[in-house]
């Protein structure tokens, strides 16, 4: 029976893999990353819970990928740390996963091939075929997945628009024939059920975007995704039209335009552009830049840019700026604070909320439908989503004719175990989210966050204090440091009565007392919290270091 096992991307966006079980094989589906919640404090990023493929190591057979965001390829780094097995990827994809894994020291191991549209590859009883999708990054792919059961399509990230770059318009001709041949199950990207009708063309866009070019009297600074080739070929387009010149900022781009170039999907001629360090040699009605930064990313060039430490941009006040993307939930404070600064600094900004500035690289509702209605699955799974998208999804399903009993509701980390003659949803294996700090994989929880909360909400307080060994008599303190909670100034005599609080207790805890050191450092952590909450309403870490010597 074929089991299909979500580890990630289903209830939430990002983080998305799925690994797809026959007998004695596996093999996954992205392996993809998120950006860490407000509440993870000091967190880099977040990857899934991979333990269900360390246990049958011996049995996963290869990685494939859809598109080269980050939310399906930001965890295979560590996935390949663990488990080196092959890799297969159109070739922007696998272009960005070369420079990825360069920079984590993997490249060398790494096993990694090359695989174009309508190619198909054998991994073990499985033939798996890549069909060309739309996405808002270049060379998308959904699959069309043959299993010993009957085929599986997983649609990836797409959208059906027919006006974008050439060659990318997502192949409706082989998922119509995927149809006709019989598709088991469908399981289709959910992340823009919510919205009505189709997705808007890249025409718009790039009207609105020459309206804008053609009305600044200086320089034009477009932030966008840097994996957004095809929005980069129509700003490169406008600039080649108006005699403009390009610069493009930022290293995440500048590796994103050095790999398009070299295959052939970015015509930037080598005359229109420009290095950073010419730029003021041009008049600034002359000059189009193109950077990263678009979500407020603090380090992004942007954002040096609008807090004025950029080392070779500054502001003009006759710049706009134009922010060509969505806001992702969760960074629109930052992304406001920057489109602040800019206009501090004096320049015009342009964004999503009051420019048709982005076109979302995800189905809308009509296009869902459409999806549905080309390949005409037996069996319907949303994917991608957070928990309401996959409900709606599953709700538009039923409307388009798909059986209720034919749809698939699933969770992470639960199994889903196909046929011909239904489906059933097993137990769940070990799955959720594993915390990337620095260089530490899975080694901040719970408790770690929550004293991290602890100490940016209520500050700390360390107590320093030495005992004589023999005599028990204190030798130095009780010394009061406090960081984030209390300036001493300003409270009076608080950390003095608190030191009074700390010697009551040494005097009640007598030298003859059995792991007296142990006990007074209890104490004190439990008096002084009583103490600090009582006196001023707030409850610090509290941390007492005390030595015998």
């Keep these: 029976m074929l089991k299909l096992i979500p580890l990630g991307g289903l209830g939430e966006i990002g983080l998305n893999m799925m690994a797809v079980e026959y007998g004695d094989t596996i093999f996954v589906i992205d392996a993809g990353l998120m950006f860490p919640e407000a509440y993870m404090l000091g967190v880099d990023y977040v990857i899934p819970d991979m333990d269900y493929l360390r246990q049958n190591r011996r049995r996963v057979s290869g990685i494939v990928l859809t598109h080269a965001h980050e939310d399906h390829i930001g965890a295979l780094p560590f996935l390949l740390r663990e488990i080196n097995v092959p890799v297969f990827a159109t070739p922007f994809t696998l272009g960005i996963v070369r420079h990825k894994l360069e920079e984590h020291e993997l490249l060398a191991t790494a096993s990694l091939h090359e695989v174009l549209p309508r190619e198909r590859l054998k991994i073990g009883p499985f033939e798996v075929e890549f069909i060309r999708v739309n996405h808002s990054v270049v060379d998308g792919v959904g699959l069309a997945i043959r299993t010993p059961v009957g085929m599986v399509v997983h649609t990836g990230d797409f959208k059906m628009s ?25 399981l289709s990207d959910s992340t ?73 999907y970015l015509d930037l001629p080598a005359d229109m552009e420009i290095d950073i360090d010419d730029l003021n040699s041009y008049p600034d009605d002359e000059v189009i830049m193109v950077t990263t930064g678009s979500q407020g990313e603090p380090m992004s060039a942007l954002a040096r840019m609008a807090a004025g430490t950029h080392k070779q941009i500054k502001i003009h006040k006759e710049d706009t700026v134009i922010l060509s993307s969505k806001f992702i939930p969760g960074n629109e404070k930052a992304i406001a604070n920057i489109i602040n600064n800019l206009y501090r600094r004096g320049a015009d900004v342009v964004y999503e909320k009051i420019s048709n500035i982005h076109v979302s690289g995800h189905a809308f509702r009509e296009e869902l439908k459409m999806m549905i209605n080309l390949t005409k699955p037996t069996f319907f799974m949303p994917v991608h989503g957070e ?8 709700r538009l399903a039923r409307e388009v004719g798909i059986p209720d009993d034919h749809l698939i509701l699933a969770q992470n980390g639960q199994i889903i175990e196909l046929d011909q003659k239904g489906f059933r949803i097993r137990d769940s294996i070990c799955s959720g989210r594993v915390l990337i700090d620095g260089k530490g994989i899975g080694d901040v929880g719970r408790s770690v966050l929550k004293e991290r909360r602890l100490l940016s909400e209520e500050g700390l307080v360390v107590v320093n204090m030495a005992f004589d060994e023999e005599t028990g008599i204190v030798v130095y303190g009780p010394d009061i440091v406090s960081r984030g ?33 142990n006990r007074i450092r209890s104490r004190i952590q439990t008096a002084l919290r009583q103490y600090f909450f009582y006196t001023i309403g707030r409850r610090p870490v509290i941390l007492p270091f005390l030595v015998e010597v």
């Excluded at 009505?196 to 866009?205: C, D, K, N, P, V």
């Excluded at 928990?387 to 599953?394: A, I, S």
């Excluded at 209390?486 to 805890?509: K, M, P, R, S, W």
């Design 485 to 517: 909670f209390v300036f001493e100034t300003e409270t009076g005599y608080l950390l003095q009565d608190a030191q009074c609080v700390i010697l009551e207790i040494v005097e009640d805890v007598t030298p003859d007392v059995p792991n007296r050191v």
């Design 387 to 394: 928990y309401r998208h996959l409900v709606l999804h599953r």
């Design 162 to 186: 027919q006006t974008v770059v050439e060659g990318m318009l997502t192949d409706v001709n082989r998922f119509a024939q995927c149809g006709e041949e019989g598709v088991l199950a469908l």
């Design 192 to 264: 823009n059920v919510e919205k009505e009708g189709h997705t808007i063309s890249a025409q718009e866009i790039g009207a609105e975007l020459s309206r804008i070019t053609d009305a600044a009297s200086g320089r034009i600074i477009v932030a966008l995704f840097a994996s957004n080739i095809a929005r980069i070929q129509q700003i490169v387009n406008i600039a080649k039209a108006r005699g403009r010149k390009i610069v493009v900022n930022g290293r995440s781009i500048e590796v994103s335009v050095a790999i398009a170039r070299n295959l052939g």
